[in-house]
C-alpha cells in the first residue's frame, strides 16, 4: 500500500474508522442489552457483524481501516496506536463470543434434554453430567467476553477524546458529526460534549463551518444551509 495513497485518504480514514466505531457500538449494545435480559447471544448476530475473509462484515471492516490509519506513518502517536489495538481486540472477543454462541444457541438445548432423561445408563449419565459441565463453562466465558468487550468500548471512547483534536480542520470529520449528531451522542453518551469540546475548543462553530464547506461541495446545499444555520 502506498504511502501517497494512504497520505490522499488520511482524512476519511479518519472519519471512517469514528464512523465504524459508533455503528460497531450501537449495534454492540443492543446485542449486549439483550443479553443482560435473556443471558443468551445471537450467532448470527456475530456472524453478521464479523463476516468472513472474503465477505468481511462490519467489525472486520473496521478493524482493517483502523490497521491502515493507526499503522501508517502518518499516524505514530501512542494514542493511535492503543486505538488499534483496542478495536483489534474487540475483533477477537467477537469472534470467541460467535463462537462461544454457537455453543450455546445448538448444543445447550441438547444437552438439557439428554441431561434431564432418567432412563440413561449410568455410565452415560455420568458422562453427559460431566461434558455439561464443559458446556457451562462457556456460558461463564461469554460473561467475561461480553464484560471485556464493554471495558474496551469504553476506554475507546476515552481514546478518541484524545486523538481527534489533532483532525480539528477535517471537513469530512465535521460533517460526520453533523449528519450523524444523534448517533454519536447515543455512543458517547454522556462524554459527547468533552468530546466536541476536546476537539474544537471554544471555536464550537468550526464544527459546523466545516460541515457546510463539506456538503456544499458535495451539492447538498439545503444540508449545507441546515449546517450555517447553526453556525
Known sequence: MSKSWVKSKFPEFVR????DFCLVSQRLFTEFSRYDQTGQVSFNFFRDLLGEEMNKGQLWRLKDTSHILFRSELSPDRTGLYLDWCIGYIFHE???????SYQQENYLPWF???????????????ISKELFT????????????????????????????????????????????????????EVFKSSY???????YQDKPAKL???AAQSLEQGGWLEEAALARQRI
Open 208 to 210: 459546523y463551518h466545516l
Open 134 to 185: 464443559v458446556l457451562e463453562q462457556t456460558c461463564e466465558s461469554i460473561e467475561r467476553e461480553v464484560s471485556r468487550i464493554r471495558f474496551i468500548l469504553f476506554h475507546c471512547r476515552r481514546l478518541f477524546t484524545m486523538f481527534l483534536p489533532t483532525h480539528q480542520d477535517n471537513p469530512l470529520l465535521a460533517r460526520f458529526f453533523f449528519a450523524q449528531e444523534e448517533l454519536v451522542k
Open 112 to 126: 438439557e434434554m439428554m441431561h434431564g432423561k432418567a432412563n440413561l445408563p449410568p455410565e452415560e449419565t455420568l
Open 16 to 19: 471512517d474508522v469514528l464512523r
Open 193 to 199: 460534549d468533552e468530546l466536541i469540546h476536546s476537539i
Open 94 to 100: 467477537c469472534m470467541k463470543l460467535r463462537e462461544d
